[in-house]
């Protein structure tokens, strides 16, 4: 997994488990534990079929990468162990999931949950959620959740977040109106900018302003593991809400 807040994202490896480097190269290069034998045979064979393959054309509706009954598509990006995208799943049958993750061993992790729990309603992407989100048609996400992301404290960094102009206009073109982008973090600086970033579109309003407490999760939230290590250590989460207008 990546580094630990504090020095989570500021390291210069090329090898370092964080986005910037990941970018267009990552899957199954970074460094992490060494795969079971049956976590390996999952990412050969169950992977092939979860994945989303954004080499072909986009589908005119992301429904159709699931199977019959799916009414709409919501995408959490860097699911990490996947604590919160497999509660989602399977809180909300008729919704498909897209989680993007290039760590692989977050990615064996959620095929080995996947196919205990005989979950169908869950795609992967083992890459750069930017590069989906690219891909992806219009209006084609209810909701998009960015859970802990990497928060590349550092300044000289900061150009290395997810959260950018150019992936709030992304998501700003894959959310319809109503449609909710989420974002947690107990790293108080990347709340800030995540706030500045889209509260400057004039697409996106946030619900904080429509008595939505922040401070807390929404309801039924699963907590991850990232946000389980801020809780032992003492810091507070904030969970932004913010509507496609
Ligand atoms: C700090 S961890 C948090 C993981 C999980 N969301 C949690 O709360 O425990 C951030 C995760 O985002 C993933 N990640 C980083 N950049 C990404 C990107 N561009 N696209 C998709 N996932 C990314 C990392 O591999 C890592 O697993």
Partial sequence: MTPAPGDRGDRDSPDDGTMAHAR???????????????QADLIDTLLPHLAVDISAPAPEALTALFDDGIENVRLEIGFGGGEHLIA????????????????????????????????????????????????APPRSLARIDLIHPDPWPKR????????????????????PPGGEFRFVSDI??????????????P??????????????????YTMTRYGAKAEREGRKAAYLRFRRL
């Fill in 203 to 220: 697409d996106f309003a946030w619900l904080a302003e429509r008595a939505i407490d922040w401070q807390q999760p929404w309801p039924n």
């Fill in 24 to 38: 267009g190269s990552f899957f199954g290069r970074r460094k992490g534990h060494k795969l079971r034998p049956h």
């Fill in 156 to 175: 000289r960094h900061w150009k290395r977040r997810f959260v950018q102009d150019a992936t709030v206009t992304a998501m700003m073109r894959l959310l």
């Fill in 188 to 201: 108080d600086d990347y709340c800030a900018w995540t706030l500045a970033h889209l509260m400057r579109s």
């Fill in 88 to 135: 989602e799943a399977l809180a909300f049958p008729t919704t498909g999931f897209i989680g993007c993750e290039p760590y692989v061993n977050g990615m064996a992790k959620i095929l080995t949950q996947i196919e205990a729990l005989n979950i169908g309603n869950i795609r992967l992407f083992a890459g750069d959620a930017a590069e989906l989100l690219a891909w």
